[in-house]
């Protein structure tokens, strides 16, 4: 039997994580963005509620999934302020956590980010970022003092070329691209360089990425922890692109992790060299309660499953706490999410899955 038909060792790890959209401003307009479920603050401010669209506008960017996900509010930039830290200790007072993971937009761009990571580390939360890498060289240093732990960095491509292909026209330039690439690897010079936790995300949707995928492993691979992600539209044919990746490569799985309470599960794969590449895709996971009766609970409709709890501050409102960036609809305010049944089912569900899954994975030829 070969190494690889081996059956994989499973661990399984409990979701205690805050994914909190700091910003809504970003430097690049990728076709293919969700924007964490929210319009783009810039193109929608003089259109109510009613009349928010994700279609590119004067930025160019877009937010897929808005014209069916009923989001109500615009985003607003999350200040380092009491706020800020009120609105942690609210979600930990309520729900298990102890990770709180910055999101966008594009963080680097925050006015304050090394404010935003002192708040939570003073809470006792690892903060993580993900990034474009727009601006990591300038903020980085000051983020890793107050403790940042790790950056996880969106690449796209490794030419500008690549890069322009996935953007809207106006940003299609290739010298535009070019220097966003260069930011790009400043960034990941200055976390290095600090000692920040590195990896390089790539979205892979079909097999004709596979040829930029191993370009960007061989460019990045050496500095930062490489990980292909399933592409929530794409489905089946980003899976067979992950395998011919991981078949050209030579690679071997030797561990998959799974995240109890969300659909997040990943497997760890060892190259010929020694080096690290890690698969992620998305299990079918849904809340018994709250996905239960969805339009978009089956196969085909829902993407991305039940990921998380993730943090918003609502324009000139309150802080905004949703499950799910296909149905912003569900988003309630954070003073009735710490009190409400959704909170608890949250808890309940992360609760049982760890230990219905841990169970299963501790016997021989398990199915989880």
């Known amino acids: ?29 990728c076709t293919f963005c969700h924007n964490e479920g929210t319009p783009v603050a810039s193109d929608n401010r003089s259109r109510p509620a009613s009349s928010f669209t994700g279609a590119p506008g004067r930025t160019g960017r877009v937010s897929l999934y808005l014209s069916t ?3 109500g509010f615009l985003p607003e930039t999350v200040k380092a302020d009491p706020d800020f830290a009120l609105a942690l200790a609210a979600v930990r007072g309520s729900l298990a ?36 890498g727009e601006n990591g060289a300038d903020v980085l240093p000051g983020c890793a003092a107050e403790g940042l ?38 960034t990941v010079e200055a976390a290095v360089r600090c000692g920040v936790k590195t990896s390089a995300n790539i979205v892979i949707p079909d097999t004709s990425h596979v040829d930029r ?15 292909m992600l399933v ?53 079918t996971v849904r809340l018994p309660e709250t996905c239960a009766g969805c339009r978009f ?25 949703g499950v799910c960036i296909q149905r912003m609809d569900l988003c309630v305010s954070l003073g009735s999410f710490v009190m409400s049944q959704l909170c608890r089912e949250v808890s309940t569900f992360r609760e049982e899955e760890m230990a219905r899954l841990t169970a299963l994975a501790t016997v021989p030829g398990s199915v989880l």
């Open 97 to 132: 956590t102890d990770e709180v993971h910055l999101t966008g937009g594009e963080p680097t761009l925050h006015p304050d980010l090394p404010g935003l990571v002192r708040i939570a580390r003073s809470l006792g939360l690892r903060v993580g970022i993900t990034s474009n």
């Open 231 to 283: 592409s929530l539209e794409d489905g089946g044919r980003s899976l067979a692109a992950m395998q011919e990746v991981v078949d050209h490569l030579g690679a071997v799985p030797e561990r998959r992790i799974i995240t109890a309470g969300t659909s997040d599960q990943r497997t760890r794969y060892r190259l010929p060299d020694g080096r690290e590449l890690y698969a992620k895709s998305i299990r």
């Open 213 to 227: 995928v191993l370009r960007i492993v061989e460019d990045f691979g050496r500095d930062v922890v490489v990980r």
């Open 1 to 29: 039997m070969k190494q690889h038909d081996l059956p994989v060792p499973v661990t399984v790890v409990a979701d205690r994580t805050l994914r909190v959209k700091v910003i809504d401003d970003c430097g690049l307009a």
């Open 69 to 71: 996900n009923g989001a």
């Open 149 to 186: 732990d790790r950056i996880n960095l969106s690449v796209f491509g490794t030419t500008p070329q690549e890069l322009a292909a996935v953007q809207a026209k106006r940003f299609g330039s290739p010298g535009l691209a070019q220097r966003k690439l260069d930011a790009l690897h400043s």
């Open 297 to 321: 609970n089956n196969d085909r409709d829902c993407q991305e499953g039940y990921y998380g709890v993730r943090l918003y501050r609502a324009a000139a409102g309150p802080f905004m706490v």
